[in-house]
């Protein structure tokens, strides 16, 4: 072996002192392979198994995933003493494009603040997986932990993070997250619920919603929360009052022009979100409709804008910057190994905020 591959030996410890029976590379005595014999078995320099093991991003992701692969199979991680974290917490977002994102970004920026790091910031434009050259770029720059917002990661960048000590937390899901994953999340369906009992108990029979995208558990949730309270009151639900939205304000203004020009209109509508509630306010207004004289509505997260529109929106408060607190110090808390990632899984409370939105229905 030469010295540099020796000192690039010492770059990496095994989690056992023997490799696994079932390693590819494992001599009959027991030892554990050096980085220059797996890299012989993977087809590479000992120097390119020595960036992989040290989140260098000058790998091509096959090469990446080979030698990860056989990494993991011999039980080779970093030292923690040696991990040298860059002061940083990494957000991404699937979308940066609303004040939705300015309440997470706060959230996290108050923790990281207080912990003396820094917030990098990415967006996946609009994909529920970032692209294939995050997690090396992630990977490169070492950060105590990465917060990913409505996304998730692929299997290869799992095992990537991991395999550096870069702990991770999903906020507000899009999908199911697994056990394995820790993440924070929202009472959405009791949401859902609670919006549409304020418009039932207001006298609405005619109650429309428009959703978000069907692939996010959130959309999903909120929607079944909207169908319990209508089958508890003894309501059928009329799957023809439902419109599935994005959560942008243009989807809302598209989909409630829809619902209002029916002849059997909604006299309310959930709408899923406050940016499709307010959506939904200019459809009225370019109706002739008025806001909650002839439709009452009701919006989810209570944005800040939420307070300031006319009338004020009635809406399902989503703290989303404790949320984001939330996932800040969660992601701290693995990366300082005081918290066990298999069983974490929160989900703050929502709560129904009345303004002036809605009403009594009018007599129609």
């Known amino acids: 072996m030469t010295a540099r591959e020796t000192a690039e030996s010492r770059t990496a410890v095994p989690e056992t002192r023997s490799a696994p029976s079932t390693a590819p590379t494992a001599s009959r005595s027991g030892r554990t392979a050096t980085l220059a014999e797996i890299a012989r078995e993977a087809g590479v320099s000992a120097p390119t198994v020595s960036k992989v093991l040290n989140g260098r991003a000058d790998v091509a992701p096959g090469t990446r995933t080979r030698v990860e692969d056989l990494l993991r199979a ?27 994102a300015m309440e997470v970004i706060r959230g996290v920026e108050n923790v990281a603040r207080d912990a003396g790091l820094s917030v990098v910031l990415s967006e996946s434009a609009g994909r529920l997986t970032p692209g294939r050259t995050w997690a090396d770029q992630v990977a490169a720059r070492r950060p105590h932990g ?35 994953v820790p993440s924070i999340g929202a009472t959405n369906w009791q949401g859902g619920l609670a919006a549409t009992r304020h418009l039932i108990e207001l006298g609405h029979r005619r109650i ?38 994005d959560f942008h304000h243009e989807t809302g203004y598209r989909q409630g022009l829809d619902l209002l020009r029916r002849p059997d209109r909604p006299t309310a509508v959930f709408a899923g979100n406050d940016l499709q509630a307010l959506g939904l306010y200019e459809a009225a207004r370019e109706l002739g ?24 929106l009635t809406t399902v408060r989503q703290p989303l910057t404790e949320m984001a607190e939330a996932a800040a110090k969660l ?18 409370a929502t709560s129904l905020v009345v303004r002036s939105s809605t009403a009594p229905p009018p007599e129609l």
């Open 146 to 180: 990465v917060i990913l917002v409505l996304s998730d990661l692929d299997e290869s960048q799992r095992a990537l993070l991991t395999s550096r000590s870069i702990p991770f937390v999903v906020m507000d899901p899009a999908g199911d997250p697994g056990a394995d």
């Open 289 to 312: 409709l008025r806001v909650p004289e002839d439709l009452s509505v009701v919006g989810f997260d209570d944005l800040p804008v939420a307070r300031w529109v006319g009338p004020p």
């Open 74 to 100: 011999h039980g080779y991680r970093r030292r923690r003493a040696e991990t040298g974290r860059s002061p940083l917490i990494d957000l991404v977002f699937h979308e940066l494009e609303s004040a939705w």
């Open 331 to 348: 992601v701290l808390d693995l990366a300082r190994e005081q918290t066990a990632p298999s069983a974490t899984r929160i989900d703050l």
């Open 208 to 245: 429309g919603a428009i959703t978000g995208p069907s692939r996010m558990m959130c959309s999903r949730a909120r929607l079944d929360g909207y169908r319990a309270a209508l089958e508890t009151a003894g309501m059928t639900v009329d799957q023809s009052m439902v419109r599935t939205g």
